[in-house]
């Protein structure tokens, strides 16, 4: 039943803790311990800068998933479109206040760390849409009067952090984004008269990219063209999880690490990293882990009575699922190389705060989302 819910009465601590979903934390712990060594590698053994902080930040970080947790879902409803609109203030700060690196201005200095606000509307995004569409009927979400505004937000963050420049965390954003609006119940025709729309456009989307994203694109359709400039990175990749067979090669003895032949290992490319030195097993473990923590989160979502929790739930699991997924094409040369992190794995402080605001609200849902609905 769509509509705001309410409770039949107030929980205490006991019972809220009782209702923790353990399974997840563990999964989530597990992750960022393997990430620890993972970066720990990147550095060749030496316990310096990127494992100091990153240990740092997830740490800090899981201290904020659990508080979090405890917020009544109430709150994330009723602050969802503030989330949603601060961060998109944030967005046009970064163009007047950014931080620039590597030709990007996609930052705002914190002085304890620099944020990136694009990372933090991959879940704005979300709980806007979720509180959004909690009280539209699934039969009513095809009407023109309901889509718009949906469309209008996604549209304005995509549009920001593509000036930025960032097209891929501008695509990981629009598909959470569209994957939500699916969820709430548009018709599959709906994103089959979008695709075939975008495919009549490519070439004069192609016409706006930046140099250095044809670059990547044409780079993804053959490598090897410039295999010593755009192309290194993508071969070198494929080396080391091809030289990874399938034990790896063990713990601190990539060659691909230890030689420099991989640049960004510690950031989009730590998978890469991580095959190599644990092979074909120790990836399809390491996808367990990822596979086992959106189960627990699509299972949260499944038992959460009232829509928004549900949605919510249902729609961050999708995302998480592609940002995975993007990811490993990415390193494997599936996908062109869009800047798509690892979730927990990669170092980046941003990414990190975004996926820790993510389960907590999850596990807000829930402790708090059995509670009765009413329209």
């Not at 944020?115 to 933090?120: A, G, I, T, Y």
């Not at 999708?318 to 062109?336: D, E, Q, R, T």
Request: hydrophobic content about 50%.
């Amino acid at each position: 039943m769509k509509g705001k819910y309410f409770y039949n009465r107030n929980l205490d601590f006991k019972e809220k803790f009782l209702s923790l979903d353990f399974t997840l934390i563990f999964l989530i712990l597990l992750l960022g311990i393997i990430s620890f060594f993972a970066i720990y590698s990147t550095e060749r053994g030496n316990f310096t800068h990127f494992t100091e902080n990153h240990i740092y930040r997830f740490f800090t970080f899981f201290v904020v998933f659990i508080v979090i947790s405890f917020t009544d879902i109430r709150f994330w409803y009723k602050s969802a479109y503030i989330i949603y609109f601060l961060t998109l203030v944030l967005l046009f700060g970064v163009e007047f206040f950014g931080v620039s690196a590597s030709g990007s201005k996609r930052w705002i200095n914190l002085i304890v760390f620099n944020l990136q606000p694009s990372e933090l509307m991959k879940v704005a995004i979300i709980i806007f849409l979720a509180r959004y569409y909690n009280k539209i009927p699934s039969h009513s979400a095809n009407q023109l009067k309901f889509l718009l505004q949906p469309i209008f937000a996604i549209i304005i963050p995509v549009a920001l952090v593509i000036t930025q420049p960032d097209l891929g965390t501008a695509i990981l954003i629009a598909t959470g984004g569209l994957v939500v609006i699916w969820l709430a119940g548009l018709r599959i025709k709906y994103f089959f008269y979008s695709f075939i729309t975008f495919v009549c456009a490519i070439p004069f989307i192609i016409a706006l990219l930046k140099p250095y994203q044809k670059i990547r694109i044409l780079t993804f359709l053959n490598p090897e063209r410039d295999p010593l400039g755009a192309g290194y990175q993508l071969i070198q990749s494929k080396i080391a999880i091809g030289s990874g067979g399938l034990w790896g090669k063990g713990y601190l003895n990539g060659s691909q690490n230890y030689l420099d032949y991989l640049p960004e290992k510690h950031t989009d490319f730590i998978f890469t990293l991580y095959s190599e030195e644990f092979g074909f097993i120790g990836s399809v473990l390491l996808l367990l882990i990822y596979a086992l923590i959106i189960q627990r989160v699509i299972a949260i979502g499944r038992v959460a009575r009232n829509s928004f929790a549900k949605l919510y739930c249902y729609g961050f699991a999708s995302a998480f699922f592609i940002y995975v997924v993007v990811n490993m094409a990415m390193v494997l040369g599936l996908l062109p190389i869009v800047g798509a992190p690892l979730p927990i794995m990669s170092y980046g402080g941003s990414v990190m705060l975004s996926m820790m605001l993510g389960f907590g609200i999850v596990m807000s849902s829930k402790i708090y989302g059995k509670g009765s609905s009413i329209s």
